[in-house]
């Protein structure tokens, strides 16, 4: 079975750190790969996504990383605010051939320390 | 416009009994998806629904149904419920597949005793 592997399973790091959580597929095709964010009580939401083409992008603070021969992409959170401490879920969209189904991480918890 | 809309939030149920839970999409979306969601297990897809035709189905025994009604609400149900089903269900919506920016709801909390 497709299996997206996330990295850590929690993480806590002070203000103003850098925040890194890595993904890594396995020996599939997939052709989008989002990062969620979900507060405590909430759905999850759409932080940043990339597509395999891309090796980098950037958006505000948040950047991910993508590396397709290694098969693994990593969310960097620079200056790392208490208002990120939240789940993160990396995600991988699957082909044409298996109807693009989304397959998701585990998740990480980050916790932003003061 | 009015996010994904799920009923009830909370629920709390005994085994073997059966429940229903709904979902209302962003208007204009007609994709649905359906998921799990339990501390240790992340986000578990149960499936997708498109013009009320199920697209996809993850890899959940066939006590978790669903369907999709042709104003793209849903609705799913689980029979002769069991202890492991307790857990957040969150539903999901998206324009059309392919799934990217999928607008997730607050989830149903759903309790088995």
């Known amino acids: 079975q497709q299996q997206v592997k996330q990295s850590p399973q929690s993480l806590i790091v002070q203000k103003g750190g850098i925040s890194i959580i890595n993904c890594a597929y396995e020996?599939?095709?997939?052709?989008?790969f989002p990062w969620y964010q979900q507060f405590p009580g909430k759905g999850p939401a759409l932080l940043i996504a990339?597509?395999?083409d891309v090796s980098e992008k950037k958006e505000g603070r948040f950047t991910i990383s993508f590396n397709k021969s290694a098969k693994q992409f990593s969310l960097h959170i620079m200056d790392s605010q208490p208002g990120d401490s939240a789940t993160y879920f990396c995600?991988?969209?699957?082909?044409?051939?298996?109807?693009?189904?989304?397959?998701w991480g585990a998740g990480t918890k980050l916790i932003i320390k003061p | 416009k009015a996010g994904v809309t799920q009923t009830p939030r909370y629920l709390i149920k005994t085994r073997g009994q059966q429940v229903t839970l709904s979902c209302s999409p962003i208007?204009?979306?007609?994709?649905v998806s359906w998921y799990q969601q339990t501390p240790g297990q992340g986000l578990q897809f149960l499936f997708e629904?498109?013009?009320?035709?199920?697209?996809n189905k993850g890899n959940f025994p066939g006590r978790f149904s669903g369907r999709q009604f042709s104003n793209s609400r849903s609705e799913m149900n689980v029979s002769t419920l069991e202890l492991g089903d307790s857990a957040l269900y969150l539903c999901?919506?998206?324009?059309?597949?392919?799934?990217?920016?999928?607008?997730f709801g607050p989830g149903t909390r759903l309790l088995v005793l």
């Open positions: 020996n599939t095709a997939f052709d989008y």
């Open positions: 990339i597509r395999p």
């Open positions: 629904y498109f013009s009320e035709t199920q697209r």
């Open positions: 999901a919506s998206s324009l059309v597949p392919p799934p990217e920016t999928q607008y």
């Open positions: 208007s204009g979306h007609r994709s």
């Open positions: 995600a991988a969209r699957g082909t044409r051939d298996s109807n693009y189904q989304l397959i």
